[in-house]
């Protein structure tokens, strides 16, 4: 932890004063700067295209896609309106209605985000589901949201939907955007035909609009819900957080299959009229330095494992190109090393913005700013509307501990805007998650005497592994289907690149030996399955795995072991094996 501050003066930032917002923000307010729908109505995509067009922004660029290929593709916010109009129009025709569940599973192409619009248009529920997951994780989540509709490339259908197509009871339609296979239907053809006028679902502002799935340390991943009110908060943060400003070029690297690529790559960018890049590739420090420089980005927002890699490359990797345009850089999804902020800011002129939030919290919450004094390592303040504290939680008794540098769990005032509204049938897990008039983070965390935040690591056993919350439990399952495994635990370990890395521990049945091949037979088991997203990098033998006396496999004790740290209470230790 380093208490070495970056000053700052950024004095035509939309928050000029931190403390001053504080005191003067309502979400009444914040609400008030968008439009709402007659009656009280409300809805996501309303505010993000609709109300430009009609004030008048309409020939401005909201989209611009870079294709693999280096191609661009330029979409006005009148474009936008017109396809995201076509696309609830063929929706309807295909009998989708409102409250319905659209599910997508393609990578950063413009159907995605038309798909993504035009289904909040119609008023259907919008499920993002990342390219890179295997058949498994795709399987789990379309089944528990009850997916009604899902737009999909017939690459992707055919590895890794048409084998699971019989299991989805409540999937009708798939529409592909590439063409037709068995089973699927061509969305090109009935896009080119539809209308380009429909009216917006006269949604309320509790209606659900969203679904993302997280993953929980035990169980089935979590459909977390939110709700067309979450659009005030989207707006506000990317306004108050990330300084977006109307006409700014603005990029956000993450993927829409995760919560940021939604909340701040699709919703947050538009309803603060930017003009946003997407970039159809993958991490490329070459072509990221290019779509800086050439696209003359603004605000940029990115995450730790980026930045890391961007580092590695060093200094040379950048060349002559030059930034005068960028304003503004934030980080998100994992703990940025206070290193990474002093590069950014040797490196561009500006540090790097930590900010903190989760799936569940559906916004930023913890956030530095563009006027405040970044201290390189902390998560920042919390935005103004919200109330942070760290707390002690023992049995139903939470008490807030207010000493600086207390270490607690990180807890936050319910009530924002952007607040799940329950996991999707699991209203038990839900109530969980608040205790005492606090909604619990389950991040362990603490505050300094200035009310900066510093993350101290997760209260359970999650792993974040380049950005992506990863859940043991699911991964484990996977591997228990193989034929050879017996038990099996899953941890997730530093790494200097990706934050975490997930290693597995196997324990297999009888009859069965611990050689390379079998070691190599489940990585590619396990990477067919879950994908190389969520997949183990590495996977190690044990005889036995450490249990407690009631049966659960000691993870914290395989980690403390691999790393070389204190053991800790080890009283619940049942069998074990070194
Ligand atoms: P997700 O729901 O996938 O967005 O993951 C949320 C979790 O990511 C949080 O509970 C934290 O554990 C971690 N996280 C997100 N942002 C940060 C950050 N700025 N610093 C440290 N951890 C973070």
């Keep these: 932890m380093t208490d070495q501050r970056i000053f700052k003066a950024t004095p035509t930032a939309n928050m000029p004063s931190y403390e001053a917002a504080r005191e003067s923000f309502s979400w009444q307010d914040a609400q008030d700067r968008l439009d709402g729908l007659p009656d009280g109505h409300l809805n996501i995509a309303h505010e993000a295209i609709d109300r430009h067009v009609v004030a008048g922004h309409g020939e401005q660029t909201a989209l611009r896609w870079i294709a693999k290929s280096g191609a661009r593709i330029d979409m006005s916010y009148q474009d936008l309106q017109h396809l995201t109009n076509k696309f609830a129009n063929v929706l309807r025709s295909h009998g989708l209605q409102q409250g319905d569940k659209v599910y997508a599973l393609l990578g950063r192409v413009p159907e995605l985000y038309i798909a993504a619009l035009g289904s909040l248009k119609a008023g259907c529920v919008f499920c993002p589901l990342f390219s890179a997951f295997g058949p498994e994780p795709i399987a789990a989540r379309m089944t528990i949201g009850g997916a009604n509709a899902l737009i999909t490339s017939t690459r992707l259908y055919k590895r890794k939907v048409a084998a699971i197509r019989d299991s989805l009871e409540a999937l009708e339609t798939v529409f592909t955007i590439d063409g037709a296979v068995p089973d699927t239907v061509d969305l090109a053809p009935l896009m080119k035909d539809a209308a380009t006028t429909f009216e917006t679902a006269q949604t309320g502002p509790e209606d659900t609009a969203l679904l993302h799935f997280t993953s929980g340390t035990t169980g089935k991943p979590k459909g977390v819900v939110h709700v067309h ?7 506000t943060t990317g306004r108050l957080a990330l300084d977006l400003r109307p006409g700014d070029v603005y990029w956000c ?13 699709i919703i947050a960018p538009l309803t603060n009229r930017t003009t946003m890049i997407v970039d159809e590739a993958e991490f490329d420090v070459a072509r ?10 603004n605000v940029w927002y990115t995450a730790p494992t980026a930045i890391r890699m961007l580092m590695k490359a060093g200094a040379d990797a950048i060349g002559d190109r030059v930034f005068p345009q960028l304003r503004f850089m934030a980080s ?15 490196t561009f002129g500006k540090p790097f913005h930590d900010n903190w939030w989760q799936t569940e919290t559906g916004g930023i919450m913890i956030a530095n700013y563009a006027t405040m004094d970044v201290k390189p390592g902390s998560m920042g303040k919390p935005l103004p509307g919200i109330t942070a504290g760290i707390v002690d939680v023992k049995g139903d008794t939470v008490t807030e501990l207010t000493a600086p540098m207390a270490m607690g769990e990180l807890a936050l005032r319910p009530g924002w805007p952007s607040m799940m509204r329950g996991y999707l049938h699991e209203p038990a897990r839900y109530d969980k998650c608040f205790k005492g008039g606090w909604y619990l983070t389950g991040d362990l965390a603490m505050r300094d005497a200035d009310g900066y935040f510093w993350f ?15 859940g043991p439990f699911e991964v484990e399952s996977a591997l228990m289907e193989h034929d050879a495994v017996a038990e099996v635990a899953v941890i997730g370990l530093p790494d200097e690149t990706a934050g975490q890395i997930v290693k597995a521990y196997v324990a297999l049945k009888p009859g069965h030996d611990p050689t390379e091949d079998l070691r190599l037979d489940l990585m590619g088991h396990a990477r067919k399955r879950l994908g190389p997203a969520v997949a183990p990098k590495d996977i190690a033998f044990r005889q036995n795995l450490p249990k407690t006396r009631s049966g659960k496999i000691m993870r914290r004790l395989l980690k403390a072991r691999e790393m070389g740290l204190p053991e800790g209470d080890i009283s619940t230790l049942e069998s074990d094996e070194k």
């Design 229 to 235: 009110q979450a659009v005030v908060a989207h707006d």
């Design 253 to 265: 690297t993450a993927d829409p299959g995760w919560v940021t690529g939604t909340s701040y790559g």
């Design 288 to 297: 990221w330095y290019d779509i800086l420089q050439s696209e003359k980005v």
């Design 332 to 346: 998100v999804g994992e703990p940025l090393n206070p290193e990474a902020v002093i590069w950014g800011n040797e």
């Design 456 to 470: 101290v690591g997760r209260a359970d056993d999650l792993i974040k592994s380049s950005g992506h919350l990863i």
